[in-house]
């Protein structure tokens, strides 16, 4: 029985006595729990105040002291666990002094085990309040177990940086300036290092200087988006890193312009030609596909048209309409197809013929920033698995959390939980670096 019990309870604890154990279902706080009946008894060696070993008796017992143990639920009830600790007297000292157990820590009533399920849990996008409700605690114990266990794996910055990191930004707490925290993490393991209140330049330079020189020197390849701050802080903080601009963030800004001429040309038509305007309205996705995905062969009734289409025809019929779209159409997916293909002096070759198409002033700003940050796009096409795809997914995991918490007032709170989420149960390498020349 006695066997039985602990290995429920997965107690490995050889000085707890459950010979006389009862289980007993008693209605807690309005809930039905389990309570559970032990004693804690063993023959000390010394006594912890005086350290005098226990010889000739000189250590006796003095009585018991009662203790209410939260454990983790049993049967999906909440579970108690009685505990009956001896207490001891050292003829010595005359100082008295309890039992002492692993299960639980000194002055607490909170198992270990149950504090540990508390930091499982809140690697999940779950509220602590529904933690606290599951675990039977307070949220004011959920929240110091998460403050506790994102200290213990928080990186100082006197530790080492990987090799090749990621830069990005995520919507923060209304207390941070301009509303956005900086984040980054190892490009090769995805594991998040740590977050910054401030995105801000000058904030972030201060932050990456707190690190050796040395580290900062180790670090190969940073990659970020087309914020021009990020520019400045790797020059100044990592200066032999490489700058790798995120692919995803070059097609968007094509694709962005795009979709933007797309919507003045339907505007010009919202009174003059109604059927044509509901027609760049309904089918505005099929501009924004690449031509190969579009058929040419496969013909069937589409709304709006009376005739059968294919999908192809209906991007030609809405581009004929205007000279501008059809030019920033064409050089938008020329310039995706080069970036996919990883052709650099296509890609070059595109931009320097620009000036000749009448393209928008958009996608000449668009263009022009290319330009700009050409030898930043040619190291993005060297190392192409190199991306900042796994921080936006991590980002979409702040998204939420944050929304099924209803939102986060304090920072510290909103980044203690964010490292939880991200960094408590992750593998060590997911994939090595490539690149298609020799590093």
Same mark, same amino acid.
């Given at each position: 029985?006695?066997? /039985?019990?602990?290995?429920?309870?997965?107690?490995?604890?050889?000085?707890?006595?459950?010979?006389?154990?009862?289980?007993?279902?008693?209605?807690?706080?309005?809930?039905?729990?389990?309570?559970?009946?032990?004693?804690?008894?063993?023959?000390?060696?010394?006594?912890?105040?005086?350290?005098?070993?226990?010889?000739?008796?000189?250590?006796?017992?003095?009585?018991?002291?009662?203790?209410?143990?939260?454990?983790?639920?049993?049967?999906?009830?909440?579970?108690?666990?009685?505990?009956?600790?001896?207490?001891?007297?050292?003829?010595?000292?005359?100082?008295?002094?309890?039992?002492?157990?692993?299960?639980?820590?000194?002055?607490?009533?909170?198992?270990?085990?149950?504090?540990?399920?508390?930091?499982?849990?809140?690697?999940?996008?779950?509220?602590?309040?529904?933690?606290?409700?599951?675990?039977?605690?307070?949220?004011?114990?959920?929240?110091?177990?998460?403050?506790?266990?994102?200290?213990?794996?928080?990186?100082?910055?006197?530790?080492?940086?990987?090799?090749?990191?990621?830069?990005?930004?995520?919507?923060?707490?209304?207390?941070?300036?301009?509303?956005?925290?900086?984040?980054?993490?190892?490009?090769?393991?995805?594991?998040?290092?740590?977050?910054?209140?401030?995105?801000?330049?000058?904030?972030?330079?201060?932050?990456?200087?707190?690190?050796?020189?040395?580290?900062?020197?180790?670090?190969?390849?940073?990659?970020?988006?087309?914020?021009?701050?990020?520019?400045?802080?790797?020059?100044?903080?990592?200066?032999?890193?490489?700058?790798?601009?995120?692919?995803?963030?070059?097609?968007?800004?094509?694709?962005?312009?795009?979709?933007?001429?797309?919507?003045?040309?339907?505007?010009?038509?919202?009174?003059?030609?109604?059927?044509?305007?509901?027609? /760049?309205?309904?089918?505005?996705?099929?501009?924004?596909?690449?031509?190969?995905?579009?058929?040419?062969?496969?013909?069937?009734?589409?709304?709006?048209?009376?005739?059968?289409?294919?999908?192809?025809?209906?991007?030609?019929?809405?581009?004929?309409?205007?000279?501008?779209?059809?030019?920033?159409?064409?050089?938008?997916?020329?310039?995706?197809?080069?970036?996919?293909?990883?052709?650099?002096?296509?890609?070059?070759?595109?931009?320097?013929?620009?000036?000749?198409?009448?393209?928008?002033?958009?996608?000449?700003?668009?263009?022009?920033? /290319?330009?700009?940050?050409?030898?930043?796009?040619?190291?993005?096409?060297?190392?192409?698995?190199?991306?900042?795809?796994?921080?936006?997914?991590?980002?979409?995991?702040?998204?939420?959390?944050?929304?099924?918490?209803?939102?986060?007032?304090?920072?510290?709170? /909103?980044?203690?939980?964010?490292?939880?989420?991200?960094?408590?149960?992750?593998?060590?390498?997911?994939?090595?670096?490539?690149?298609?020349?020799?590093?």
């Amino acid at each position: 029985m006695k066997h /039985f019990i602990l290995s429920l309870l997965q107690i490995k604890e050889n000085n707890i006595d459950c010979t006389n154990t009862t289980v007993e279902e008693i209605s807690h706080k309005g809930i039905k729990s389990l309570f559970i009946t032990a004693k804690l008894t063993y023959i000390p060696t010394h006594c912890p105040d005086c350290g005098c070993m226990n010889a000739e008796y000189s250590i006796v017992k003095n009585g018991t002291r009662a203790s209410r143990i939260t454990l983790p639920h049993i049967s999906g009830l909440p579970a108690f666990l009685k505990l009956t600790k001896q207490r001891y007297l050292c003829k010595d000292c005359g100082h008295s002094f309890t039992a002492e157990t692993p299960i639980v820590e000194k002055y607490c009533h909170i198992s270990t085990r149950t504090r540990q399920w508390i930091a499982h849990q809140c690697d999940q996008r779950l509220t602590e309040k529904y933690i606290s409700e599951m675990a039977s605690v307070s949220t004011t114990t959920v929240r110091r177990v998460i403050e506790e266990t994102a200290h213990a794996i928080r990186q100082r910055p006197t530790h080492t940086l990987p090799a090749h990191l990621c830069f990005d930004e995520f919507k923060s707490v209304k207390s941070v300036d301009t509303a956005m925290s900086f984040i980054f993490c190892d490009a090769v393991s995805h594991r998040v290092i740590d977050i910054v209140e401030d995105r801000k330049q000058y904030a972030l330079t201060r932050y990456f200087l707190r690190y050796d020189r040395s580290v900062r020197h180790k670090v190969k390849t940073v990659t970020v988006d087309m914020y021009a701050p990020y520019f400045h802080v790797i020059q100044a903080c990592f200066p032999k890193a490489k700058i790798i601009i995120d692919k995803f963030h070059l097609v968007q800004a094509l694709n962005r312009e795009l979709n933007r001429t797309r919507i003045q040309v339907m505007n010009q038509y919202r009174h003059r030609d109604r059927p044509l305007y509901n027609k /760049f309205k309904r089918y505005w996705k099929l501009l924004l596909k690449p031509p190969n995905h579009l058929t040419r062969t496969e013909y069937k009734k589409y709304r709006l048209f009376s005739e059968w289409k294919s999908t192809d025809s209906i991007a030609q019929y809405l581009l004929n309409v205007d000279e501008t779209l059809n030019a920033n159409y064409d050089y938008a997916h020329a310039l995706s197809d080069a970036l996919r293909q990883g052709h650099m002096e296509q890609f070059k070759a595109l931009i320097q013929t620009s000036h000749a198409a009448p393209l928008s002033p958009g996608m000449r700003r668009v263009l022009r920033t /290319f330009k700009k940050y050409a030898p930043h796009i040619e190291q993005t096409l060297h190392y192409p698995k190199l991306t900042n795809g796994p921080l936006e997914g991590i980002n979409n995991s702040i998204k939420a959390l944050k929304r099924v918490a209803f939102g986060y007032r304090n920072f510290a709170h /909103f980044r203690d939980r964010i490292l939880l989420m991200t960094r408590l149960y992750q593998p060590e390498i997911k994939r090595a670096p490539n690149s298609r020349k020799a590093s």
